[in-house]
């Protein structure tokens, strides 16, 4: 089997499809090596008609099977232009580890759907590919989410340094890496990552998101409204636990805005939720990874400098830094770890963590989708 595979990832934000070709040789240690990568855009009148379907409405059978079909499509074209950036052929691929788009996330149900067919970008790109990750572990009991974690400690865990890996993309989430070689890893969803700051950028000045927090920066944080918001009950649940847009999304913010007793100004609110973010990161560090004060931030919020010197703010004892200090990109971990998880799925092992996601028990993850290369077909 080759140790080439790639991974799939379209997160909560909707802001395109991450694709990235990855090498797991090991040839210089345990770390995965980043052959190419490739940003495919979701355009608008797709995005939106992903949040409808997100947020709810009328004929959602209808849209939803619509939208898988495009999404698979869309998966498809973003792994033939990432093969064709990295001039290799699809035939030396193992296989695609594609995560999928969430619409639906209901752990406390059993529930979670994510769409993008799999059988369209396995018969499209003829490689064979690996998807809907998290039922399995729902089946199991658990969350289905995060299943980030079991990478973050195959590649990134040391027995020199105590690490917190803060994941921020649409919904932000740790895993924290204790450096004892018997101890257990941890992690969960936290809170909104950048999902509220970029609906309320998209409302207020038309952007999809607010480019190094410069315009949150502006405003002064709001504590009244931050203290109001911090009594979500989500923030006091015990883990594991995950969450979604089915909780933090505009009309969550909406009630929040609505029952406050004064009008604020938008960057003040924007402000506000930067605030929101990084004290529940923080809040949460604080409470369940005592003892560790270096933390790695990946996805989309490291490029938040507003965001990063609020975590500094909140978390004065520790030291902060991206994943490049590690080795590897901010952007590119979530789609490393889902080629990875392909990986592990194809090899017969587990990709879950059961103390992270409360499943009962290892489980491999995923629906094989197995390629049918053309020019290997003998009619």
Not at 359 to 373: N, Q, S
């Amino acid at each position: 089997m080759s140790a080439l595979f790639i991974g799939l990832m379209s997160g909560t934000s909707l802001d395109g499809i991450d694709a990235a070709l990855v090498d797991f040789s090991f040839d210089s240690g345990h770390r995965p090596k980043l052959i190419a990568t490739h940003n495919h855009p979701i355009e608008a009148g797709l995005r939106q008609q992903l949040l409808t379907l997100s947020q709810g409405c009328d004929n959602e059978l209808e849209l939803m099977l619509t939208l898988d079909h495009q999404m698979g499509n869309r998966f498809a074209e973003a792994t033939t232009a990432l093969l064709k950036k990295a001039n290799i052929d699809a035939t030396a691929i193992s296989a695609i580890g594609s995560h999928g788009q969430t619409i639906r996330h209901y752990p406390k149900s059993g529930c979670s759907l994510q769409i993008g067919d799999a059988n369209l970008i396995a018969e499209r790109t003829g490689i064979t590919t690996v998807a809907d990750f998290r039922r399995r572990d729902l089946a199991a009991g658990g969350e289905g989410a995060p299943l980030v974690p079991a990478f973050h400690n195959a590649v990134f865990r040391s027995p020199q340094q105590g690490r917190v890996i803060v994941n921020i993309g649409g919904i932000a989430n740790i895993t924290h890496l204790p450096a004892a070689a018997d101890a257990t890893v941890s992690g969960f969803d936290t809170g909104p990552g950048n999902i509220l700051m970029d609906g309320w950028t998209m409302r207020n000045l038309k952007q999809p998101f607010d480019r190094d927090g410069s315009w949150g920066i502006q405003g002064e944080t709001d504590q009244t409204l931050l203290q109001q918001m911090q009594r979500d009950p989500f923030f006091s649940q015990s883990p594991p636990k995950s969450t979604g847009r089915e909780l933090f999304n505009m009309e969550w913010l909406d009630r929040q805005l609505k029952t406050y007793p004064q009008s604020l100004a938008p960057e003040t609110v924007q402000a506000t939720l930067c605030c929101l973010t990084a004290t529940s990161i923080a809040q949460a560090i604080t409470q369940y990874c005592t003892g560790t004060e270096a933390l790695f931030i990946c996805g989309g919020g490291a490029h938040n400098s507003a965001l990063m010197q609020q975590l500094q703010i909140e978390l004065p004892t520790h030291n902060i830094h991206s994943t490049n200090e590690l080795g590897i990109s901010p952007d590119w971990v979530e789609a490393i770890a889902f080629a990875w998880l392909a990986k592990e799925t194809l090899a017969g092992r587990p990709g879950n963590l059961p103390v992270v996601t409360g499943a009962t028990h290892p489980v491999v993850l995923g629906g094989i989708y197995p390629g049918e290369l053309k020019k290997q077909i003998q009619e």
